[in-house]
């Protein structure tokens, strides 16, 4: 293993963490989804460069469209939620049970 | 070349760390785009420019978008940097985890480990990535029509959750 390939593990796996602990704000998890998807996205752009396989450099830029349909899902949630329950905050809608 | 990717990579791990560690989500959103911007760097020193290139822009752009959302919903009284005691707690645990496995895996790292490797070999009028993504309209051009009815499939679903008082979540 390759301090990058550790690097970029490593990022993946403390945003997996960052998003299952403590979380206060909806926001922040949504936040923790999006430093995933960026460590994918670098792992990916990495592999096809590194590798030197052109055509796959493809890849990465479809997996950043996904991964902004997520990200805009997540926010109208976000908007759903604080319209709804009035806030963001996580522990009122575990309060909710919703 | 080599200290410069070091300190890009420490630099892409602290930042995650700034943002798992629970902050109040400026400051999250802050770390992210401090991630973003050394995975530029990382990326460049691989010789992706156009993938650099599109990375900063679509995150700066997103990056945007999530201040205004922490301005306008998600704003506090008093926003929680790193220097309070509960951030900085996970900061340290999460860093005592990356220094675990640092030392795991720091037997088979080796001084040309850091140099990243170049572009392509042969003399080529366009760099690789940018002739890489150009295949996405020849021959991905199935996926690239799968992803432009995922973007407008995207657009229905926001439209539907935020048409209405008391809808959706």
């Known amino acids: 293993m390759t301090p990058t390939h550790f690097t970029i593990s490593s990022a993946f796996l403390l945003g997996l963490m960052g998003l299952a602990f403590h979380r206060t704000h909806l926001l922040s998890a949504l936040l923790c989804l999006e430093a995933m998807m960026l460590a994918l996205f670098i792992a990916l752009s990495l592999w096809s460069l590194q590798l030197d396989a052109t055509g796959y450099s493809t890849a990465p830029m479809l997996m950043l469209a996904f991964s902004a349909c997520e990200a805009s899902a997540g926010l109208a949630l976000l908007v759903a939620t604080a319209r709804t329950h009035g806030t963001d905050h996580l522990q009122n809608l575990n309060l909710l049970q919703c | ?169």
Not at chain 2, 7 to 24: E, K, Q, R
Not at chain 2, 37 to 58: A, D, E, T
Not at chain 2, 130 to 157: D, F, I, P
């Open chain 2, 1 to 169: 070349m080599a200290y410069i990717m070091l300190t890009l990579l420490i630099g892409m791990v602290l930042g995650v760390i700034s943002v798992a560690s629970n902050p109040s989500p400026y400051f999250a959103a802050l770390g992210l785009v401090l991630v973003a911007g050394v995975g530029c760097g990382v990326l460049m020193g691989h010789g992706g420019s156009f993938l650099s290139l599109v990375l900063f822009l679509i995150y700066l752009g997103g990056m945007l978008v999530v201040f205004a959302y922490c301005a306008a919903l998600a704003a506090e009284p008093y926003p929680e940097a790193w220097g309070e005691w509960s951030v900085l707690g996970s900061v340290l645990g999460y860093l005592l985890l990356v220094f675990g496995g640092v030392s795991w895996f720091w037997g088979g790292w080796y001084e040309g480990a850091w140099v990243p490797v170049d572009e392509l070999i042969e003399f080529s009028v366009v760099a690789a990535d940018s002739g890489g993504v150009a295949l996405m309209y020849s021959l991905g051009g199935g996926l690239l029509v799968v992803s432009a009815w995922v973007l407008l499939l995207t657009l229905l679903v926001v439209l539907e959750l935020t048409r209405g008082l008391a809808r959706g979540a």
